[in-house]
């Protein structure tokens, strides 16, 4: 069975970090874009960040860029985000995904994970 599992959300004041991770299981990821994705309630489940099997491409939302870093390790099968100067806007479910090839768009992923909560205090 294959499977993505987070860790590593919470709580924390506007202006801080968290990093959050993503361990894949069941399968090896090789070709796959991972990457990550966020929701609150009411709102369609938007795109954040996403790093190529190769590791030659990551992409950000312009929402997050220069705050929020994606990595990968490949032989972990894990995907990491590392979230910088938090706001209060970035309180959301974050949801891990693997989808093959290197375009990341909620059609397009074949694994999700749980989901880890965020939430950013003022």
């Known amino acids: 069975q294959v499977q993505l599992v987070e860790s590593g959300g919470g709580l924390v004041q506007a202006g801080g970090s968290l990093r959050l991770s993503c361990a894949g299981s069941?399968?090896?990821?090789?070709?796959?874009?991972m990457g990550w994705f966020r929701q609150t309630p009411g709102k369609k489940r938007e795109f954040v960040a996403a790093?190529?099997?190769?590791?030659?491409?990551?992409s950000y939302a312009d929402s997050v860029k220069g705050r929020f870093t994606s990595s990968r390790d490949n032989a972990k099968n894990t995907v990491y985000l590392e979230m910088n100067s938090l706001k209060l806007e970035d309180t959301a479910v974050y949801y891990c995904?693997?989808?093959?090839?290197?375009?990341?768009?909620?059609?397009?992923?074949?694994?999700w994970g749980q989901g880890t909560q965020v939430t950013v205090s003022s």
């Open positions: 995904a693997a989808a093959r090839g290197a375009t990341m768009s909620p059609d397009r992923v074949d694994y």
């Open positions: 069941g399968r090896t990821f090789s070709g796959f874009a």
């Open positions: 790093v190529t099997w190769g590791l030659n491409s990551r």
